[in-house]
């Protein structure tokens, strides 16, 4: 940086010292014609004028030794010239000894100092030592007349030079009134301080206008700072409120996953009460058959019962005919026993008959014996069959229960009723009034009795503890004269167990003596009415319990509608706010896009307007300098044209000077291209006819169209007003064609299309069928300088200018492109159909 | 030899006063100042310059604000403005005004300007 600026500087220092001394020649010699040779240089008018000034000015005290003048100079001429001076000539009357300065420090012993640097920031400081220390300060073309003393001054025609009397006077100088006669003027302090005055008011101007500037800047910039960082804030609190929204959510998520669990368990569980009650249901269709089952064998029971019963009917008939044909036998027999008493009594009498009869009576006794053996046979078989039934029979006579009942002499049941009722000792009395006539083995069994005694014994404790429920009815059916009766009642046996039986009594006395033979049977229902209350008892629990299992499979099905009605709502909940989130999510992805694409269009417009501001100094800056460079080539070629030049040099020289001014055109264009930004946005705005701008484009653009591609144009027929200006919409549709064309290597088609959008835009397409533009780069297009072109084809300027020119038309560009395919630009203008 | 148009070149730039003297000095006598108060100066004591070239950006008194001063000496005395910076609003309600003739952008092209010279002289 630094090298090439001062490279720079001196090339400009020797090129304008070249086209100096060029003039200089002339006036010099025509100046000092008289004193010194025609081929006076510069420095040595210089050198001469220092010696002059150094001989023409009094010291304020004597002067010792040899007479010192200090170089300050990065120009070796004027040095040298002065150190071959000193061998001729002396200055009051003194030896000369010239000396280099490298430094503030070397200035000590010095008489005179002469000053010419590039930079001259220190002179200050050497213009106060020189003034305190008495050094005669000589400056060579310094600026600033307020701070010399001497100063040489390279003049139009002429060096001639200023001198200051002020500041010589106050350093202690005395200046002889001859040191004007070379060409010297006297400083005009007062213009000098003019002059002086209104650089430091500028400085001063600039300086402030810089500050506000600045603070100007800084402000803008903190206010983007502060939109930034409220935009970051904003996405920070956004990003948070997605983050607790997918905390809820997975809370809720894992919440349902609980209830799931949970609901799954308990359509387990009911399963497994499902399966409980089939088997309960089983159970019960088990016992049912069971019951059934039991129910037949009691039907069996009873049948057979019965049949025992009738047999027993039979066989009681048949005993009953067998008896009383026995007791007619019997009375026969009494009654022959009396006519043979008779008989007998008559024997005596009639001693013939009574051999005679004597036989018939041997033979009559062996048939009552054979009867009565037939008869002790069917007792003993009524026996056998009374004591082997496998039925309780009780063999009862109740005769004297009977007379007591009747002895009461009690009209009817409603009176018996009312007497058993008035006189609770008559059951009682009844009871003791029965006997016991015999009981069957079975019955002993059935009551855990040895005897008949015994069950009598114990039937009396049953009754006096109350557990003969029936008897009463009993008791009654003698008094209704009944012949039979069927009950069932409840008894004891002997161990305290309880027994259920059925009781069923029959009177089986002769006629005429009535109830004094009752036979009654007990069958032992016991195990029968204890399944059966069992069975009761089971199915009541079993109803019971499917009662109870129905309503808890009701309460739990309630449950779990409840608790599915909740999840629904809660998934529905869920669902919604699932929604919401996404369109949450959705808003927060394009605003934070739309920030973005803000953020990049922010920070292009603001790169564009920098960049503005900072080109109109420098296109100044660089405008100058190279208005010298060429103002000077076009003396230059001045200077050769009336120099007496060989010709083969002139030829060399006028292809250098084309050659530098192709450079400084070159520049010169970069800052014009740079100067588009500089403008504002205050340029005409007027009707445009986009298709003859486009036309022609393509005719500047012909010479490079011509032979390489084929344009295509489509142009809408659609009338529409664009409003804009045309100048910069040439240098649009030039640059991007220009391109285009470029894009193309040697042959292609360029097409390019308007069609009117939507009433309000106009679309212009331009298409090529070039190399394209690959990815990487396509980004970066719009980007000043930025070029793919060879240094001096392209600055690389064209696009970032298209775009600006583009947004101030309130327009849209884009690129579209493929490596090797073409490339799109797609260009939107704002029109209306006012016409 | 016959008398040379006198014009005057104001620029706040030693140099490009210099080498434009050098350049036109086979066509023009030309009168050189750094700053419009020395323009000012010199018009008043040549009253025969006949064109005024003048910079656009100097210390003090710019271009266009020499230019009016220039008028109130001279109301036809044709100017024009060779400046390194851009066209501006200034600049082009200047032009409109005919305040300045022409805007010429440095670095010039001699043949135009001398052209411009040659049109007003």
């Not at chain 1, 701070?147 to 030079?161: L, T």
């Not at chain 1, 060429?630 to 002139?650: F, M, N, R």
């Not at chain 2, 706040?12 to 700053?35: G, M, P, W």
Request: charged share 30%; proline share 2%; net charge negative.
């Amino acid at each position: 940086m630094n090298s090439s600026k001062q490279s720079g500087k001196t090339n400009y220092i020797s090129t304008s010292v070249f086209g100096r001394v060029m003039f200089m020649l002339l006036i010099v010699v025509a100046m000092w014609g008289g004193k010194v040779k025609a081929q006076v240089s510069p420095e040595e008018i210089k050198a001469s004028l220092i010696i002059h000034f150094c001989d023409n000015i009094d010291w304020p005290s004597p002067l010792k030794g040899d007479f010192i003048i200090g170089c300050y100079t990065d120009d070796e001429s004027v040095y040298q010239v002065l150190s071959n001076a000193t061998k001729i000539v002396k200055v009051q009357g003194k030896t000369i000894l010239v000396k280099r300065l490298n430094s503030l420090d070397d200035l000590e012993g010095c008489h005179a100092l002469y000053y010419q640097r590039s930079y001259t920031s220190d002179l200050i400081t050497f213009f106060k030592i020189a003034r305190e220390t008495n050094i005669l300060l000589i400056t060579d073309n310094y600026d600033d007349q307020l701070f010399v003393m001497v100063n040489i001054v390279d003049e139009v025609d002429r060096i001639g030079f200023r001198v200051n009397m002020a500041n010589l006077t106050l350093a202690g100088f005395n200046v002889k009134a001859n040191i004007l006669l070379n060409g010297g003027r006297v400083v005009d302090i007062k213009k000098a301080y003019e002059r002086f005055e209104q650089h430091l008011k500028d400085s001063r101007t600039r300086y402030e206008r810089i500050t506000q500037e600045l603070a100007r800047k800084e402000s803008l910039l903190q206010q983007k700072d502060d939109i930034i960082q409220q935009k970051e804030t904003e996405i920070d609190q956004y990003k948070n409120d997605i983050d607790s929204y997918t905390q809820e959510l997975s809370a809720l998520n894992s919440q349902i996953h609980i209830e799931q669990k949970l609901l799954d368990q308990k359509a387990e569980e009911l399963n497994q009460k499902d399966g409980e009650l089939d088997i309960i249901y089983a159970d019960i269709e088990k016992k049912l058959d069971e019951l059934a089952e039991l129910r037949q064998n009691i039907d069996r029971l009873r049948s057979e019962s019965d049949t025992l019963k009738t047999e027993i009917g039979q066989k009681n008939v048949v005993l009953n005919q067998q008896q009383v044909s026995l007791s007619n036998q019997r009375r026969y027999l009494m009654l022959l026993l009396g006519l043979a008493t008779t008989l007998l009594i008559a024997a005596f009498a009639l001693t013939s008959l009574f051999l005679l009869k004597k036989k018939h009576n041997r033979e009559l006794e062996e048939k009552v014996v054979m009867r009565t053996k037939e008869l002790q046979v069917k007792n003993e078989q009524y026996l056998s069959l009374f004591n082997l039934a496998p039925v309780s029979i009780w063999e009862v006579d109740f005769t004297a229960v009977k007379e007591l009942i009747d002895s009461k002499e009690l009209k009817d049941e409603k009176e018996y009723d009312r007497y058993v009722h008035q006189n609770p000792d008559f059951t009682i009395a009844c009871f003791r009034k029965i006997n016991f006539i015999n009981i069957n083995s079975a019955s002993l069994e059935l009551y855990r009795v040895h005897s008949v005694d015994e069950l009598a014994a114990f039937y009396e404790e049953l009754y006096q503890a109350g557990a003969l429920a029936g008897l009463e009815n009993e008791f009654k059916a003698l008094f209704q004269n009944k012949k039979r009766s069927n009950y069932e009642a409840i008894r004891m046996d002997k161990n305290g167990k309880r027994l259920d039986v059925l009781i069923t009594w029959l009177d089986v006395s002769e006629n005429n003596n009535a109830y004094s033979r009752v036979l009654l049977t007990m069958t032992d229902v016991t195990r029968l009415r204890k399944i059966e209350s069992e069975l009761r008892q089971h199915q009541e629990n079993l109803e019971e319990l499917v009662k109870e299992r129905t309503d808890e499979i009701g309460t739990l099905n309630e449950e779990l509608r409840i608790q599915n009605e909740q999840l629904y709502e809660a998934n529905e909940e869920l669902k919604t706010t699932n929604e919401e989130l996404t369109e949450q999510k959705k808003m927060l992805d394009s605003a934070l896009l739309e920030l973005k694409q803000t953020q990049m269009q922010m920070i292009q417009s603001e790169k564009m307007a920098s960049l503005g501001i900072l080109t109109s100094g420098i296109a100044h800056e660089i405008n100058n300098p190279l208005n010298f460079i060429q103002t000077g080539l076009y003396a230059l070629e001045l200077a050769i044209e009336e120099a007496s030049v060989p010709k083969e040099l002139v030829e060399d020289l006028q292809s250098i000077i084309e050659k530098m001014s192709i450079g400084i055109k070159r520049s010169s264009a970069i800052v014009k291209s740079l100067n588009m930004f500089s403008r504002k946005d205050s340029h005409v705005i007027r009707r445009c006819d986009i298709h003859e701008i486009i036309d022609n484009t393509l005719l500047i653009l012909n010479h490079e169209i011509k032979g390489k591609c084929e344009v295509q144009k489509y142009f809408t027929e659609k009338s529409f007003v664009l409003e804009g200006n045309d100048e910069n919409l040439h240098q649009v549709f030039l640059n991007i064609i220009m391109n285009s064309i470029q894009a193309i290597q040697s042959a292609g088609t360029l097409t390019i299309l308007t069609e009117v959008k939507s009433n309000d835009k106009l679309e212009i397409r331009i298409s090529d069928t070039g190399k394209g533009i690959s990815k990487k780069i396509l980004d970066r297009i719009y980007d000043p300088f930025f070029t793919t072109k060879a240094p001096g084809e392209g600055v690389g300027m064209g696009l970032s200018i298209v775009y600006k020119i583009i947004k101030e038309h309130r327009g849209t560009i884009q690129y579209f492109s493929e490596l090797n395919k073409g490339t799109d630009v797609i260009i939107t203008l704002p029109i209306n159909n006012k016409s | 030899m016959e008398k040379l148009p006198k014009i005057i070149y104001v620029d706040d730039e030693e140099i490009n006063l210099t080498l434009f003297q050098l350049t036109f000095r086979k066509y023009f006598e030309v009168c050189i100042a750094n700053s419009g108060q020395e323009g000012l100066e010199l018009l008043e004591i040549n009253p025969d310059i006949c064109f005024v070239i003048s910079d656009m950006k100097m210390p003090g008194m710019d271009g266009l604000e020499f230019i009016q001063k220039v008028k109130t000496l001279n109301n036809q005395l044709p100017c024009i403005i060779l400046s390194g910076y851009d066209r501006n609003d200034r600049i082009e309600s200047a032009l409109q005004s005919q305040l300045i003739k022409e805007y010429v952008m440095k670095p010039f092209n001699k043949n135009e300007l001398h052209q411009i010279l040659d049109k007003y002289i």
